[in-house]
């Protein structure tokens, strides 16, 4: 079992950035990969950004390529969402999660932060 935080949402108008934290419990986070995860309202939950165990390997939704970056800091288990040139429509409630089954990364969920971009 694997506890996880968020942290790091908040109100940001269109164009600005936010770095979304993720602390895990225990001494196991460097085990699994992490996944960064969005709800927006009246939406399915979607994928955004997902990190594999060691940090090698990284993929992400083709509508924050270029903008967000994930990673991660297994000596403090933490996990990190750098989110740049934010979007209006990126507003929603941002999530992350841990897996063992690459690219799954569903088995452990946190509670989810707040993060609203303004226009």
């Known amino acids: 079992q694997v506890q996880l935080v968020e942290s790091g949402g908040g109100l940001v108008q269109a164009g600005g950035s936010l770095r979304l934290s993720c602390a895990a419990s225990?001494?196991?986070?460097?085990?699994?990969?992490m996944g960064w995860f969005r709800q927006a309202p009246g939406k399915e939950r979607e994928v955004v950004a997902r990190?594999?165990?060691?940090?090698?390997?990284?993929l992400y939704a083709d509508s924050v390529k270029g903008r967000f970056t994930v990673s991660r800091d297994n000596a403090k288990n933490m996990g990190y969402l750098q989110m740049n040139s934010l979007k209006s429509e990126e507003t929603g409630v941002y999530y992350c999660?841990?897996?063992?089954?690459?690219?799954?990364?569903?088995?452990?969920w946190g509670q989810g932060t707040q993060v609203t971009v303004s226009s």
């Open positions: 999660a841990v897996g063992s089954r690459w690219p799954r990364t569903d088995d452990y």
């Open positions: 225990g001494r196991t986070f460097s085990s699994y990969h």
């Open positions: 990190i594999s165990a060691s940090g090698g390997v990284t």
